[in-house]
């Protein structure tokens, strides 16, 4: 009998990170597929990502609606409720043998409560990390704390789980399965990438993402405003954004890139790019800048710079291809006078990406056909040793 895996996606970004594990998972004769979509995937207005996901081969198993139009802190915490309502039935009548889940959204947060109070086991992917200036930190701990398995994309990662009282034998180090795609994707050549963004990219280009940092209310407006403003002082540069994601305030970025776009020719926007795409704009720009997590995880194995905006991705094990600033115009400004140096992109050559080199789908799958689900229900908390200086 074929052991149930249901794997659940909200995000454009947490569906490319999936992809190749998905891909995984139907082929292995052992294992049913069962494909949860929620949240962005279901809204035209995050680019109804839903559609890229069937035209990948994939066959939707349920849908959850559960995103409302509003990126209030009401909206989310209601969202996040409509969530779990959802993901209680589809639960019920999937009764799958294990949930598989990516990273920290509140669409996670739904989906690994409901899964809990259904005593169904969690297997968490990108557990263990930090990331102090969102409330996402928080969602990630609390869905380890709920998960019986832990997929972490470093050994620094392996170690916080364990700290949080899961079990070593159930916490495996298997990298970052988005560079799955970087080596198992055969990418864009640039002039096909540039019909395909609707710019020519030119000698040098940047790509754009930028979120709320949600712990700092009221701040992802005026941040980001101070990023166009600096990015306004380049000249012969083309700009390709990507849009933010449904969080609280994330709209009101959207559409201050819409009208940032509206008057300067050399900049595209793309709701949603798609794994293949992103990918191929990541590898043919200059540099990254933003607070996305994609520079600080996929860009070091293409060798590209990133500019890491604020305290959103604060606490992340980085690669040398990382330059940090404040939310400032003189600091972004450095920061871009420092990406474009010739020395900065001398060393990109030699950076070394400190989470993972591949094959993370295939690791991750071998577990989930052999992991004993029967042992997984009840958890033991593992304490961490005790230092002298704390007994």
């Known amino acids: 009998m074929k052991r149930?895996?249901?794997?659940?996606?909200?995000?454009?970004?947490?569906?490319?990170?999936?992809?190749?594990?998905?891909?995984?998972?139907?082929?292995?004769?052992?294992?049913?597929?069962?494909?949860?979509?929620?949240?962005?995937?279901?809204?035209?207005?995050?680019?109804?990502?839903?559609?890229?996901?069937?035209?990948?081969?994939?066959?939707?198993?349920?849908?959850?609606?559960?995103?409302?139009?509003?990126?209030?802190?009401?909206?989310?915490?209601?969202?996040?409720?409509?969530?779990?309502?959802?993901?209680?039935?589809?639960?019920?009548?999937?009764?799958?043998?294990?949930?598989?889940?990516?990273?920290?959204?509140?669409?996670?947060?739904?989906?690994?409560?409901?899964?809990?109070?259904?005593?169904?086991?969690?297997?968490?992917?990108?557990?263990?990390?930090?990331?102090?200036?969102?409330?996402?930190?928080?969602?990630?701990?609390?869905?380890?704390?709920?998960?019986?398995?832990?997929?972490?994309?470093?050994?620094?990662?392996?170690?916080?789980?364990?700290?949080?009282?899961?079990?070593?034998?159930?916490?495996?180090?298997?990298?970052?399965?988005?560079?799955?795609?970087i080596h198992r994707m055969k990418l864009m050549e640039k002039p096909d990438l540039e019909v395909a963004l609707g710019l020519e990219l030119g000698s040098r280009s940047l790509l754009v993402t930028f979120h709320p940092v949600t712990l700092e209310p009221g701040r992802a407006v005026t941040d980001f405003r101070t990023l166009l403003s600096t990015l306004d002082e380049l000249e012969d540069i083309s700009l390709v954004f990507t849009k933010a994601n449904a969080d609280t305030e994330g709209r009101a970025i959207n559409r201050m890139i819409d009208d940032y776009i509206a008057i300067r020719s050399s900049a595209v926007v793309h709701t949603s790019l798609g794994q293949l795409k992103y990918l191929s704009t990541l590898k043919h720009v200059s540099g990254v800048v933003g607070n996305s997590s994609s520079g600080i995880i996929e860009a070091p194995s293409l060798k590209v710079g990133t500019i890491n905006i604020g305290e959103r991705q604060k606490g992340r094990v980085q690669a040398a291809n990382v330059i940090d600033c404040e939310p400032t115009y003189e600091d972004i400004r450095a920061a871009l006078v420092t990406l474009f140096s010739s020395e900065f992109q001398q060393l990109l050559s030699s950076v070394v990406n400190p989470h993972g080199s591949g094959d993370v789908a295939g690791q991750i799958v071998r577990l989930l056909q052999q992991a004993p689900l029967a042992d997984l229900k009840k958890k033991q908390f593992h304490d961490w040793p005790l230092s002298r200086s704390s007994e």
């Open 4 to 181: 149930k895996v249901c794997v659940v996606t909200g995000s454009r970004a947490e569906y490319g990170l999936l992809y190749w594990i998905l891909r995984d998972i139907q082929s292995a004769p052992d294992l049913e597929l069962q494909l949860l979509v929620t949240g962005m995937h279901l809204s035209a207005e995050f680019g109804m990502t839903m559609q890229q996901i069937k035209e990948d081969g994939f066959e939707i198993t349920q849908q959850v609606e559960m995103l409302l139009s509003s990126d209030s802190a009401v909206g989310v915490t209601k969202s996040t409720g409509l969530g779990m309502i959802g993901f209680a039935d589809a639960f019920d009548s999937l009764a799958p043998d294990i949930v598989l889940m990516l990273g920290d959204r509140f669409e996670l947060l739904a989906a690994a409560s409901a899964a809990l109070f259904a005593v169904i086991p969690i297997a968490h992917i990108h557990g263990g990390e930090v990331t102090t200036g969102a409330f996402d930190d928080a969602i990630r701990h609390s869905i380890t704390k709920m998960a019986q398995l832990h997929f972490t994309s470093t050994e620094t990662y392996r170690n916080r789980v364990i700290q949080l009282g899961e079990d070593p034998d159930k916490v495996f180090n298997v990298g970052a399965p988005g560079l799955d795609s």
